[in-house]
Structures are given as structure tokens and as C-alpha cells.
């Protein structure tokens, strides 16, 4: 399964903001069955995840694969890698040259290359989500299927904010890998999932509170396996989720969507919170659109997309 990412080169490529690439790379995993044999479902991974959604290393196992909620014997599932993410080897260091709306471009354009008329399914948790919904406001016909989860289609002034901390952390600390990654730690749990953990325990051989080595643990694990041109990528992308960027109406851009839209948020989500996930849905219902909102009830916040696996899987259950 730990088959290195397939690689297309894509040409000239102007982002949103002007920046021009005479070419651009895109890596991507296919599973199950080869690609237009089944129904595909494209995965689009988070922050710090990969094209590598299943297998030894992969990070949704628990949700795809043979006999799994979304079943590689029944559906080929795609997944790209975020230009810039590191782990086709490739970095792009002008981070700011580009939006999630360009990555969602990108990502169209391999589907187009890999001669994909649709989807059945594009599934994405935090940034991944926003990605997916920047897809369909691109292209409204692209996919039967709309499955943002733990994000929404803004970043909101609150993501906005934290993202603007994990940038100052990431130009300015000494480890900056490190610190941004223990202050994002906050973010993606809650003040209820770290009592539950922790109970004021202390670790005696570093004389430190158990909180305080777990968290250099993730600093020092994250540290290890990504690079600070890659976290410095991923977080403006974080940032950048629009899909009214330009000035176009939610309205305009929602009447075109023809996927059914499934909002999946986390009651305990202090990232992507779960009002904005609300409103989003229902304004989407005065909208008249095909859409359905659920809900994982977990005290683990924004991470209990990938912790959570029971409630994700009744809550997809029916869609796969």
C-alpha cells in the first residue's frame, strides 16, 4: 500500500493573486479499483495529511478500505496532495502566492487530465473540506456529493485570527515547526478532551505536567516528518476558504451547486464551530438545496473527525 504518489505536471498556471507557474506538480494515490471501473470518491486531506489515506501510514483508516464505511472494493478513491505539502518531495516557498480557491483549481485540473467526467463523492475534514466546497463552486456539476466535515465554506474571522498566530509562530520562533504545532494542539482538542486525558497528572522524570510533555511530543513527532515551507502552505490555505472571494453572492454561487451537500460538524469544534456550521445549513435549506446536517458529539473539538469513527460511519452510512 505505501506506493510513493503518482505525479502529473500541469502547465502554466496563473493563481488567483497573479503569481504565474510555467508548471506546477500534482501527486495523487488512486485505491480500489482503477479509475473510471467504479464510482470515485476524492479524498482531500487536512493540514498536515497526505495523499496516503490508507495503508501502514495512512491517516483515515478507520473510515476507508476494504470493507470500510467508504469499501475500496466498491469505489476508487482519489487523493491529491496539496502543491507545496511536502510529500511528493516537491515545496513551493511563495506561499502566499496562492488560496484554497487555486488549490481547488489545481484539483480540477488533474481530474480533468485523468479524464474524469464525475465524481460520486468528494469528502474532506478541516482545510480539506474547504477545498472540496471551493470545487463545487467551480464546477457545480463535478460531483453527486458534497461531504465537508469540521469546516465550512469561510474561514471565519475567529480562523482567520488563529491562523495570523500560527504564521507569526511559524516566521519568528526559534522551533517553529514545533511551537506553531503546540499551539494548533489547542486548537484541535478542548479544554474538556485534555482533562479527560490528563487529570493534572505530572510526568516525574521530566518534572513537567503530563499536558506539557504530550504536547512537545506532537511538536517533536510533527517536527520530524514536515517541513516549514509546508506548514506555512497549508496555513494560508487554512486562512483563505472563500467561495464568495470576488465579490459573487452565497446565493448565485449556492443556486448553481447541483451535489447533495452533507454538513457533518463537531458540537465541541473550537476551529470550525459548530453555529457557523448551522447557519451554513440553514441557509442552505431557505435555499431550497438537497442538503442534510449532522452532527459528531464528542469532547475531543475539532479532531473528532478523525477519532470519532462510529458516529462518522453512521453518519455516511447511507450516502456509501
Known sequence: MENKPTSITLQNFTTESGAFYASLNLSFHVFGPALNTAPIVLVNHALTGNSQVIGSNGWWNILIGENKTINTNKYTVLAFNVPGNGYDDVLIENYLDFNTRDVARIFLEGIEFLKIQQL??????????????????????????????????????????????????????????????????????????????????????????????????????????????????????????????????????????????????????????????????????????????????SIHGHDAFLIEYKQLDNLLKDIF
Open 120 to 297: 460520486y463523492a468528494i469528502i474532506g475534514g478541516s482545510v480539506g473540506g474547504g477545498i472540496a466546497w471551493e470545487m463545487v463552486a467551480l464546477e457545480p456539476k463535478i460531483t453527486q456529493h458534497l461531504i465537508p466535515i469540521a469546516t465550512d465554506w469561510k474561514s471565519t474571522d475567529w480562523l482567520i485570527a488563529n491562523c495570523y498566530l500560527q504564521e507569526q509562530i511559524l516566521k519568528n520562533s526559534r522551533k517553529p515547526i514545533e511551537d506553531a504545532r503546540i499551539h494548533a494542539m489547542l486548537c484541535y482538542r478542548t479544554p474538556e478532551s485534555f482533562k479527560a486525558k490528563f487529570q493534572r497528572t505530572t510526568n516525574e522524570e521530566q518534572a513537567i505536567f503530563n499536558v506539557e510533555s504530550w504536547l512537545n511530543h506532537h511538536g517533536a513527532k510533527l517536527q520530524k516528518r514536515f517541513q516549514l515551507s509546508a506548514y506555512k502552505m497549508m496555513n494560508q490555505l487554512l486562512k483563505t476558504i472563500d467561495i464568495t472571494r470576488n465579490n459573487s453572492s452565497f446565493e448565485e454561487i449556492i443556486s448553481k451547486i447541483e451535489a447533495n451537500i452533507h454538513i457533518i460538524g463537531i458540537d465541541s469544534d473550537l476551529f470550525f464551530t459548530v453555529n457557523e456550521n448551522r447557519e451554513t445549513f440553514e441557509e442552505l435549506k431557505k435555499l431550497n438545496k438537497n442538503v442534510s446536517y449532522g452532527e459528531i458529539n
